[in-house]
């Protein structure tokens, strides 16, 4: 039996790419995880059982890089400097100089990867930090396939489309040699010569695949008990919210956990009782901002085919950071079939849960946060 590809996984966050590979089949064991950010490292360490290497990448030599004996690195560098929103500077933003210290460390190695495994936004497909990883791929030998996909051409109704670069050093080579070192949208079991982007047809074949996918309905990605609130209790916490009243109801909460499993039925019903209105205080959107807000707000429904990608600063801001849910009884129609529904304060607002971003990223049912997480760092 052949021994599992060793694998490196740079800015390894939270451990998405990790999940992946497991999901993907491919027999890789991680050797080494690299991040410098301490609550990801340690949502990653209660996941997986092991805490990645915080130090700064940028110490890191290609002799350090060798003694690893990886087939295989994962990347997934900050994607700041060439954000749309962003200063757009590329590789003179100081975020990219810890990729590029890896780019310029791969010629100087004895063992460099057989294969690399890139994901960035979209944008960085036309920065000076992909023009060098291109040349420095090139110079060692490799074939490139690079893609821009988003989940919603897999079935998921998650806006975030993203760019991908597979690459493979000879003497291997990928089955779909018609993909080699060009730039498509369109996954590789549907590739074809009519898919490759150029720079005037970029908008139109994002929205064709848009349209031709057919996504599961965001119901299926929600946390059942939480998918329909009703009116009284929503609209209470809604135009009552005070951040010291969820700090009272989880006290109250942790404080009803630590109860015995043979509690009294009564203890039971208070205890679902706070469990519920500690998830209204947590989740709902206050009508304070939905009244600032509202024109701006990004607003779905559980039969949406499609909602926004989530940033880091949701759960604080509710314009631009990511989709809120409609969860009246009304929202079980789709937005155009509901003509009742006439402004935000009739929606119920809500922001989606962790495990129901979790469950949009496609992480899996066991992949959870550790308990000194707070809301706003996950």
């Given at each position: 039996?052949?021994?599992?590809?060793?694998?490196?996984?740079?800015?390894?966050?939270?451990?998405?790419?990790?999940?992946?590979?497991?999901?993907?089949?491919?027999?890789?064991?991680?050797?080494?995880?690299f991040?410098?950010?301490?609550?990801?490292?340690?949502?990653?360490?209660?996941?997986f059982?092991?805490?990645?290497?915080?130090?700064?990448?940028?110490?890191?030599?290609?002799?350090?890089?060798d003694?690893?004996?990886?087939h295989?690195?994962?990347?997934?560098?900050?994607?700041?400097?060439?954000?749309?929103?962003?200063?757009?500077?590329?590789?003179?933003?100081?975020?990219?100089?810890?990729?590029?210290?890896?780019?310029?460390?791969?010629?100087?190695?004895?063992?460099?990867?057989?294969?690399?495994?890139?994901?960035?936004?979209?944008?960085?497909?036309?920065?000076?930090?992909?023009?060098?990883?291109?040349?420095?791929?090139?110079?060692?030998?490799?074939?490139?396939?690079?893609?821009?996909?988003?989940?919603?051409?897999?079935?998921?109704?998650?806006?975030r489309?993203?760019?991908?670069?597979?690459?493979?050093?000879?003497?291997?080579?990928?089955?779909?040699?018609?993909?080699?070192?060009?730039?498509?949208?369109?996954?590789?079991?549907r590739?074809?010569?009519?898919?490759?982007?150029?720079?005037?047809?970029?908008h139109?074949?994002?929205?064709?695949?848009?349209?031709?996918?057919?996504?599961?309905?965001?119901?299926?990605?929600?946390?059942?008990?939480?998918?329909?609130?009703?009116?009284?209790?929503?609209?209470?916490?809604?135009?009552?919210?005070?951040?010291?009243?969820?700090l009272?109801?989880?006290?109250?909460?942790?404080?009803?956990?630590?109860?015995?499993?043979?509690?009294?039925?009564?203890?039971?019903?208070?205890?679902?009782?706070?469990?519920?209105?500690?998830?209204?205080?947590?989740?709902?959107?206050?009508?304070?901002?939905?009244?600032r807000?509202?024109?701006?707000?990004?607003?779905?429904?559980?039969?949406?085919?499609?909602?926004?990608?989530?940033?880091?600063?949701?759960?604080?801001?509710?314009?631009?950071?990511?989709?809120?849910?409609?969860?009246?009884?009304?929202?079980?129609?789709?937005?155009?079939?509901?003509p009742?529904?006439s402004?935000?304060?009739?929606?119920?607002?809500?922001?989606?849960?962790?495990?129901?971003?979790?469950?949009?990223?496609?992480?899996?049912?066991?992949?959870?946060?550790?308990?000194?997480?707070?809301?706003?760092?996950?």
């Open positions: 039996m052949e021994e599992p590809w060793r694998i490196l996984e740079f800015y390894s966050g939270i451990g998405a790419m990790r999940y992946s590979l497991i999901k993907a089949g491919v027999r890789g064991e991680v050797v080494e995880a991040d410098i950010n301490d609550r990801a490292n340690d949502v990653y360490e209660h996941n059982g092991h805490r990645p290497f915080q130090g700064n990448i940028q110490i890191l030599t290609a002799a350090d890089l003694k690893y004996r990886a295989g690195w994962l990347l997934s560098p900050p994607c700041q400097p060439y954000t749309r929103q962003g200063l757009k500077k590329h590789s003179a933003d100081a975020r990219a100089s810890s990729f590029i210290k890896i780019l310029d460390l791969m010629p100087h190695m004895l063992q460099p990867p057989l294969l690399l495994f890139v994901e960035n936004v979209v944008g960085f497909e036309i920065s000076d930090t992909h023009k060098q990883l291109m040349e420095v791929l090139a110079r060692l030998g490799f074939v490139t396939q690079e893609y821009i996909l988003s989940p919603l051409q897999f079935g998921i109704p998650y806006s489309p993203r760019y991908f670069c597979l690459a493979k050093r000879k003497p291997l080579s990928f089955q779909n040699s018609l993909s080699d070192n060009k730039l498509l949208w369109t996954p590789p079991c590739t074809s010569e009519s898919t490759i982007i150029t720079e005037t047809s970029q139109a074949v994002e929205n064709k695949e848009e349209l031709q996918t057919v996504c599961e309905p965001i119901r299926s990605f929600l946390e059942k008990e939480s998918l329909y609130s009703h009116q009284q209790e929503f609209v209470g916490v809604a135009s009552e919210f005070r951040s010291e009243d969820v009272a109801d989880r006290a109250a909460l942790e404080e009803i956990d630590t109860i015995e499993t043979n509690t009294s039925q009564h203890g039971e019903e208070v205890k679902g009782s706070i469990k519920k209105q500690s998830f209204l205080h947590e989740y709902v959107v206050p009508l304070s901002l939905i009244e807000w509202g024109n701006a707000m990004d607003i779905v429904y559980p039969e949406s085919k499609r909602c926004c990608c989530f940033t880091k600063s949701y759960y604080r801001y509710v314009k631009g950071t990511g989709s809120l849910l409609a969860t009246s009884e009304k929202s079980k129609l789709k937005p155009e079939e509901n009742e529904i402004s935000g304060k009739e929606m119920f607002l809500r922001f989606f849960t962790p495990r129901e971003v979790a469950n949009l990223h496609s992480l899996p049912e066991d992949f959870d946060f550790p308990g000194h997480i707070g809301l706003r760092q996950r």
